[in-house]
């Protein structure tokens, strides 16, 4: 047995490391940053066995050597000492304060920072009052102030720079625990049984690592500029011990007459610190679970477009309203290219409804998305197909192009109305903005023309409405806000991507039933997102029914419903609970047939 776990856990954690590497080299920069700071470190671990003169001897007869001297590649100091000597010893020491000082910053400001977010109330007030007291003082003021009280000298450097920089760590991860001490895998942790320090170790303390690596990984390099600042100061390394900041303060008063004694441990400094950010947003990027997945890159404002086949669509097609032909997106993973939509085809017409139907995760919002572009690149990419509307492939169109049809000829409805209107804006500023971007018209007419749509989705006192926020209004609603923003520019297509998933059954009647209205009195084309067979059999005159990115089945509503010829359409309708039928519902679903056997295209 421990022999297969071997067996299964390292092959996991390789690809692990692998996408980890993967993910870090992919960021140029922080890859810079990875091999700079790797040479660094490096070279001053090598300090001891390099060929190196020994550098705290002086000979006042060698003193400021130019660069490239005989046996002083970097010159000499003041003291005859070699310049390359003490800038790898003086790295080793500074690179050494510098991430011990991070470490213990980071320890103890994570565990308070731990202690006060869980902890709350009294204790939370307690603590953290203490810890604006400290950042109250400027934080190298307050370093020198405690080297001052323990002396000079590199330990207590370290002491004084780890301690200002507790307040950074305590704040940030205190928010973060304060945010999850009431989730409600926290609360089931509560309920199981397990004490508060178990709960902390093994509940919030996974979930707050990540933000205090991240925080580590970006300090660290300040933390090596404040230790090379109080060198500098003569409060740090004493002579005959170097780091850079006490090379840098003896090189000052040598400014103009040896520079290069002064601008070598200043271009060393710089090198350390802008490698270490560098690398740290190289980490930032490994310890994203979004990234790790297979999204290789950055974020891109637009869909990225790849098509290898772009078939030309016939006559029906362009004389339809919408119609996809042949379309194909996919995902960017581990393994290469995964597709999600495959050789999507369907048409919809004017004034009509088309009923996109199957169950979660097979296709139908990635399908609706890639119509306008709005797949998110990375990792999403259109690979083949077209999309014409009023005759016109609008995936050949440049970015431009494409976003005067979204909110103009193509609205979107989607799912969860909560998520997608700004929390701090009101539903008239949003509505009235929906107008805006694509008729040319004032504040004021727009707000009109704002408070005319929420009355026309039936929304009472309209103008009161108007002024109140999202959090405010029910999720029936909001729901017709999001209706009233898709019809402020009088489209000709109405995309609605499950518009009642989230609703009673109440208030789901009335928003179909103000959808039916708005497709009779304005000719809108609907093509309607659901899993719910009873919205399609009252609103939809035909159906598409997708398994796994295929349409398997389409026709009309009736036809369909009354007599499926797909396996995976029959096992659909069959799921859906008959009144009075009781146990013999479930015995009924057992015994039909796969969904995959011969009647209709395989998965």
């Known amino acids: 047995m421990s022999t297969q776990a071997v067996e299964v856990v390292a092959p996991e954690r390789d690809g692990r490391l692998r996408m980890a590497w993967r993910l870090l080299m992919n960021n140029r920069l922080a890859a810079a940053g990875f091999y700079a700071i790797t040479l660094i470190v490096v070279m001053a671990l090598l300090a001891p066995v390099l060929p190196l003169h020994d550098p705290d001897i002086t000979s006042p007869a060698d003193r400021l050597l130019p660069v490239l001297s005989e046996g002083h590649m970097l010159g000499t100091d003041h003291l005859g000492r070699d310049v390359l000597a003490r800038l790898v010893w003086g790295t080793r020491v500074s690179l050494f304060v510098g991430i011990a000082a991070a470490f213990v910053a980071a320890f103890l400001g994570s565990v308070i920072g731990l202690v006060a977010g869980y902890a709350g109330g009294r204790a939370d007030n307690l603590i953290m009052r203490g810890i604006d007291m400290l950042m109250a003082f400027p934080y190298i003021l307050l370093a020198l102030a405690i080297v001052?009280?323990?002396?000079?000298?590199?330990?207590?450097?370290?002491?004084?720079?780890?301690?200002?920089?507790?307040?950074?760590?305590?704040?940030?991860?205190?928010?973060?625990?304060?945010?999850?001490?009431?989730?409600?895998?926290?609360?089931?942790?509560?309920?199981?049984?397990?004490?508060?320090?178990?709960?902390?170790?093994?509940?919030?303390?996974?979930?707050?690592?990540?933000?205090?690596?991240?925080?580590?990984?970006?300090?660290?390099?300040?933390?090596?500029?404040?230790?090379?600042?109080?060198?500098?100061?003569?409060?740090?390394?004493?002579?005959?011990?170097?780091?850079?900041?006490?090379?840098?303060?003896?090189?000052?008063?040598?400014?103009?007459?040896?520079?290069?004694?002064?601008?070598?441990?200043?271009?060393?400094?710089?090198?350390?610190?802008?490698s270490v950010n560098l690398l740290g947003d190289g980490v930032r990027d490994v310890l994203d679970p979004r990234l790790r997945a297979g999204s290789l890159g950055r974020p891109m404002p637009v869909t990225r477009i790849e098509r290898e086949n772009v078939p030309v669509p016939d006559e029906t097609a362009k004389a339809s309203a919408l119609a996809v032909v042949e379309l194909e997106t996919s995902f960017e993973a581990r393994s290469g290219r995964q597709r999600a939509v495959k050789d999507i085809s369907f048409t919809l017409r004017k004034g009509e409804c088309l009923g996109l139907i199957g169950e979660s995760g097979s296709g139908k919002s990635v399908t609706a998305l890639s119509i306008l572009g709005l797949v998110a690149s990375p990792p999403g990419v259109i690979t083949g197909g077209a999309v014409t509307i009023e005759g016109r492939d609008v995936l050949s169109l440049d970015e431009t192009q494409i976003a005067s049809f979204r909110g103009g000829k193509v609205a979107y409805i989607f799912q969860d109305p909560l998520t997608t209107l700004h929390p701090l804006f009101t539903i008239g500023e949003q509505v009235a903005e929906a107008v805006r971007a694509h008729q040319p018209v004032g504040r004021a007419a727009a707000h009109r023309k704002a408070v005319e749509l929420l009355g026309t989705v039936q929304i009472p006192d309209p103008e009161q409405r108007a002024r109140a926020y999202p959090h405010e209004l029910s999720g029936g609603q909001r729901q017709r806000v999001g209706i009233a923003m898709a019809l402020a520019n009088d489209p000709d297509i109405i995309i609605a991507d499950e518009p009642t998933t989230a609703l009673d059954v109440t208030v789901q009647a009335e928003i179909l039933r103000l959808l039916q209205v708005l497709r009779r009195e304005r000719g809108l084309a609907l093509l309607f997102i659901t899993h719910d067979f009873g919205v399609v059999a009252e609103i939809c005159d035909r159906v598409a029914v997708m398994r796994h990115g295929e349409i398997v089945e389409t026709g009309e509503t009736a036809a369909v419903l009354g007599n499926p010829e797909h396996p995976y359409t029959k096992r659909l309708i069959a799921c859906v609970p008959v009144p009075g039928q009781g146990r013999g519902f479930l015995d009924a679903i057992r015994a039909m047939p796969p969904a995959d056997i011969a009647g209709g295209r395989s998965a």
């Open 148 to 274: 001052a009280v323990l002396g000079p000298g590199l330990l207590n450097a370290l002491y004084a720079i780890a301690i200002v920089n507790i307040p950074f760590f305590a704040r940030n991860v205190r928010g973060i625990t304060l945010g999850l001490s009431h989730r409600e895998f926290v609360d089931a942790a509560r309920l199981s049984g397990k004490s508060h320090i178990a709960i902390v170790a093994t509940e919030i303390l996974p979930n707050v690592l990540p933000i205090v690596v991240i925080t580590m990984s970006t300090t660290i390099g300040w933390m090596i500029l404040e230790t090379a600042g109080l060198s500098f100061l003569g409060l740090g390394a004493q002579p005959p011990q170097a780091d850079l900041g006490s090379m840098l303060g003896q090189g000052r008063a040598l400014l103009f007459t040896a520079p290069m004694v002064s601008v070598i441990p200043g271009v060393m400094v710089f090198l350390i610190v802008m």
